[in-house]
């Protein structure tokens, strides 16, 4: 029984054997691979029921596909008993077997009983076009008079006078739906749904709410903007009933919220940057959410997604979230994929793919059980490839993959050769001898000085994160160990320079960028926190309430912070090395 158990999870893709951070081996517990197979609807309680689940999965791939990704070109094979082959806009055209076609776009191959839809695919993604630099915003941090927390107002003018400054890029956190009962809880990695926007962030007054000093209070500030939005609802909503009045509100408020994150991406063009908006995709939504309401079937039931035991995790991470079943998007011939790829992907912009290995591998844990019990499950990888190669080509966005950590084989050589850009963080960019320097930064990726997840470059000099860790009992490097790190970073960017002391982190944030900016990197994007020299970072991984995750606001509106003559110092640091129009003008 023990063979057939294991054939059965080899078949339905979970692995049983995994490669942990240290390079060792380890093996998935039976009592987990029944665990996991029973969530997917395989039993597996004992040899007749692993029969019977084999059976069906074997009935279920053997059925006719609802969609089929292929390269340009590629010869044409398709099941037997086609009947003709239609273009988007419905012409039929001639099947040539051999040659393939030619133009990528989707198809529609009908046959007696049916179709299936041909995803024809470019060979690359776009290519960033110039050599430029960029900023990542979180957006309700951007400060505002009378404003509790930012919007696309507010980020739309961000973008105008970033644009001004010479930057060609404004990379943000997700976007995407979160719940409206909660209206005060603030988590952009935890969405609701991924196919429609936060309407929170919908540029609107709350009156008789002060806004707050250094936070946020989303306790506060939440459900005053809901209702600032519903009022606006009723002022414009037209007197037919409410029937279906929380329909109609939903369809108002996502009309809402697209115009204005429309307005941002129009700003950023006429503000000449090459790029524009960076939009982030979410690995998994809340498993109480609406997207998982609207279609249970496409996503996974009784199984979270996470990360496995590592030494930043010992004992795995289970990260509350779930994300689509690999069966389900099979049967639905990848639609809710499409959907949330086209939701997301801004017109002439980018997207950055949040845990990319997620399109690879996923590591699922059976509800109730630790993450240390989970195991890793396979994904349709070369077709979620070519369907987001497709769509940012139709887009013309480039593609940003959150390759950081333990890579799945195979997966950066296939990134490379699908012209999706990884990700080089300063802090990680180092091995025994001490930190890389900048010529060898790769080309096929986007270098970055931190993350929303990392210490801000003030924040890691001084220690702050230090003490983060100290007050939280989280570990991590010594004292003497950072100080040790200081010496290596700045043997890396200082140029020779004496080192300043721990306590000023001014001149290594300008040498740090001068650095960054001189790499081979197509793009370099910096937090607004680097830029304006905070110490504190926006999330602390890890952490619920123990630290103002997604809670801090900038201290200034962006337009007063670009002429501040630090941040002159520190743009210019970027310009100088990656020039556009020079310095700004207010």
Request: hydrophobic share 45%.
């Amino acid at each position: 029984m023990t063979s057939l158990l294991h054939q059965l999870a080899q078949e339905a893709g979970i692995a049983r054997l995994w490669i942990d951070a240290d390079g060792k081996e380890q093996q998935v517990s039976d009592e987990s691979l029944r665990a996991i197979l029973s969530a997917l609807g395989l039993g597996a309680s004992d040899e007749a029921a692993i029969t019977v689940s084999r059976a069906a999965l074997h009935e279920r791939r053997s059925a006719r596909p609802s969609l089929l990704t292929m390269d340009c070109g590629e010869p044409l094979a398709l099941p037997d008993g086609v009947c003709n082959l239609r273009t988007e806009t419905g012409e039929v055209i001639e099947i040539d077997a051999e040659r393939g076609l030619s133009q990528p776009g989707y198809y529609r191959a009908d046959y007696d009983d049916g179709s299936i839809l041909l995803a024809v695919v470019p060979a690359r993604s776009p290519a960033i076009k110039r050599r430029g630099w960029g900023v990542t915003i979180q957006i309700p941090s951007l400060y505002g008079e009378g404003k509790d927390f930012g919007d696309f107002g507010l980020l739309a003018d961000a973008v105008a006078h970033l644009g001004a400054c010479g930057a060609d890029a404004v990379a943000l956190s997700p976007v995407h739906a979160l719940s409206l009962a909660v209206p005060g809880r603030f988590a952009p990695y935890s969405p609701s749904s991924r196919v429609s926007l936060n309407v929170l962030l919908i540029p609107l007054e709350t009156a008789g709410v002060a806004p707050s000093a250094a936070l946020i209070d989303w306790a506060v500030a939440g459900p005053a903007r809901l209702g600032a939005l519903q009022e606006a609802f009723s002022r414009t909503a037209s007197d037919d009933g409410a029937a279906d009045e929380a329909g109609r509100f939903e369809h108002f408020a996502q009309e809402q919220a697209r115009a204005g994150l429309g307005a941002v991406q129009h700003a950023a063009r006429d503000a000449g940057m090459a790029i524009g908006i960076i939009a982030d995709l979410a690995v998994g939504v809340d498993p109480q959410g609406e997207e998982v309401r609207g279609d249970p079937g496409a996503f996974l039931q009784g199984l979270r997604i996470g990360a496995p035991p590592d030494p930043l995790g010992p004992q795995g991470q289970d990260w509350g979230l779930t994300s689509y079943s690999p069966q389900g998007l099979a049967d639905r011939g990848f639609a809710p994929f499409i959907a949330m790829l086209r939701a997301n992907l801004p017109q002439g912009g980018g997207i950055r793919i949040d845990h990319a290995f997620g399109l690879q591998r996923l590591w699922v844990i059976p509800e109730g059980r630790p993450a240390s019990e989970g195991a890793y499950l396979a994904y349709p990888f070369a077709d979620m490839l070519r369907l987001l190669k497709l769509e940012a080509w139709r887009a013309d966005a480039i593609v940003i993959a959150e390759d950081l950590g333990t890579r799945p084989p195979g997966f950066g050589e296939a990134l490379e050769e699908a012209g999706i850009y990884g990700m080089t963080v300063l802090p990680f960019t180092r091995d025994e001898r001490g930190f890389l320097d900048a010529s060898a930064y790769p080309k096929g990726a986007i270098a970055m000085s931190g993350t929303h997840d990392v210490a801000t470059i003030a924040g890691w000099w001084t220690g702050r994160d230090l003490e983060w860790n100290r007050a939280l009992e989280r570990g991590g490097e010594t004292p003497a160990e950072r100080a040790t790190a200081r010496s290596a970073l700045w043997r890396a960017i200082g140029a020779g320079a004496p080192q300043p002391r721990d306590d000023d982190p001014a001149p290594v944030i300008e040498r740090a960028l001068n650095f960054l900016a001189g790499s081979a990197a197509p793009l370099l994007l910096v937090p607004m926190e680097d830029l304006a020299g905070l110490v504190e970072q926006p999330n602390l991984p890890g952490t619920t309430v123990e630290h103002p995750n997604w809670r801090r606001r900038l201290p200034a509106p962006v337009e007063a912070l670009l002429v501040e003559p630090y941040v002159q110092r520190r743009i210019a640091c970027l310009t100088k090395a990656r020039p556009k129009n020079g310095m700004y003008q207010p």
